[in-house]
């Protein structure tokens, strides 16, 4: 069974930031926050991780809170292409991925 | 980098036929590979885990012996689903983890493979 709950959809307007939220009251110590995202009939795209701190790359930011009990994952100007549904996955070193409902993003112009 | 493949990208078939899926990890090494299953509108879920010379092992409610996993090596996984049927109708999706040491990995995914039963 999933881990998280995220939001069914959200909307963004395109240029925006958008800020996806996942709860993951349940989190142990050692496990990680993954966002993947899937676009319409494709498989799933890594965007970021992380266990403690914030962390950010080229895709993306990911805030984590400081009790781990909820995250942020941000995309700081969002186009066209980042509509998706956005999946939060909480995993243990090693372990497998499960997949909960997700989100989907909507960003519209 | 981590790019995976899948062969073929869509398949139909007539039932009771079977059918093979490959996964391949292009640039990359993986010890271990996943494969998925997702109905329309539905999320990803997962069937089996695949490990390099190995039996795989597989989720509850999936018959092994109808999904049949082989990773005969580093680079490659296949799934062949035997004796199709129309409920079996689905996109099946890969997964596979580096062989990189000490690191906590990252599951890169293949683009699916969309299987239609007739």
């Known amino acids: 069974d999933a881990k998280t709950t995220q939001p069914p959809s959200m909307d963004c307007a395109e240029g925006r930031a958008a800020n996806l939220p996942c709860n993951h009251s349940?989190?142990?110590?050692?496990?990680?926050v993954y966002w993947y995202r899937q676009i319409h009939s494709q498989g799933p795209q890594y965007i970021i991780h992380?266990?403690?701190n914030n962390e950010t790359n080229e895709m993306a930011s990911l805030i984590i809170t400081e009790d781990r009990k909820s995250s942020t994952l941000i995309l700081p100007h969002a186009t066209l292409r980042d509509t998706a549904v956005y999946y939060c996955?909480?995993?243990?070193?090693?372990?497998?991925?499960?997949f909960g409902a997700g989100t989907i993003l909507r960003v519209k112009s | 980098g981590a790019v995976v493949s899948q062969h073929p990208s869509r398949v139909i078939c007539k039932s009771g036929t079977s059918v093979k899926i490959e996964c391949r990890s292009l640039?990359?090494?993986?010890?271990?590979m996943f494969w998925y299953r997702q109905f329309p509108k539905q999320s990803l879920m997962l069937m089996a885990t695949s490990n390099e010379g190995s039996k795989a092992t597989y989720e509850q409610g999936v018959e092994k012996d109808k999904f049949l996993i082989n990773h005969a090596s580093l680079t490659l996984s296949t799934l062949t689903v035997t004796s199709a049927h129309p409920e079996d109708s689905s996109f099946y999706i890969c997964?596979?983890?580096?062989?990189?040491?000490?690191?906590?990995?990252?599951?890169?995914f293949g683009p699916g493979t969309r299987l239609l039963v007739l």
């Open positions: 996955i909480v995993m243990e070193y090693g372990n497998k991925l499960v």
């Open positions: 992380g266990l403690k």
């Open positions: 349940t989190i142990s110590g050692n496990e990680y």
């Open positions: 997964s596979a983890i580096p062989l990189l040491a000490g690191v906590q990995e990252t599951q890169y």
């Open positions: 640039d990359f090494q993986a010890t271990t």
